[in-house]
């Protein structure tokens, strides 16, 4: 069995529940994680950052779409959901307790079985503007 297979519903349960050691199984030390607008990460970077995520939105919730492999690369479109209600360093303000959604992709380069990259997509002004960090525009 490929790893690739069940890759996106286990990556997703980190999300999730905020258990982030099963991302020590899933991705290299070094593996490159994209993200924009954050600074691109490590799998180190990368549970931190999940971690401080599901500190701010402990009820997130996910779901992915559709599935999709071509070669080397796989990827998965998904949509979320979650309110802000929790203290966290990734958002350094007071939770307002105001829900939110989202909708992205994720995108993986493997090598050998091995994601080496990872091109993570959303709606972050969306999803930050929908929780009341940030102001609507206009």
């Known amino acids: 069995m490929s790893s690739q297979t069940g890759f996106f519903s286990r ?8 258990k982030v050691d099963v991302v020590d199984e899933l991705f290299p030390a070094d593996v ?13 970077g990368l549970k931190q950052l999940i971690t401080g995520f599901h500190q701010a939105f402990p009820d997130f919730s996910l779901t992915i779409h559709e599935e999709m492999r071509d070669g080397d690369t796989t990827i998965a479109r998904w949509s ?10 990734l958002l350094p303000l007071a939770p307002t307790g105001l829900a939110t959604e989202g909708s ?5 380069h493997w090598y050998r079985d091995t994601p080496i990259e ?6 972050w002004l969306g999803w930050l503007q929908r929780c009341g960090v940030m102001p609507p525009l206009g």
């Open 80 to 89: 979320c959901t979650a309110t802000f209600t929790g203290a966290s360093p």
């Open 11 to 18: 990556f997703g349960d980190a999300w999730c529940t905020g």
């Open 118 to 123: 990872v091109w993570h997509f959303g709606d």
């Open 104 to 108: 992205g992709a994720h995108v993986l």
């Open 32 to 44: 490159a994680y994209h993200l924009p607008p954050f600074p691109d990460m490590d799998r180190e």
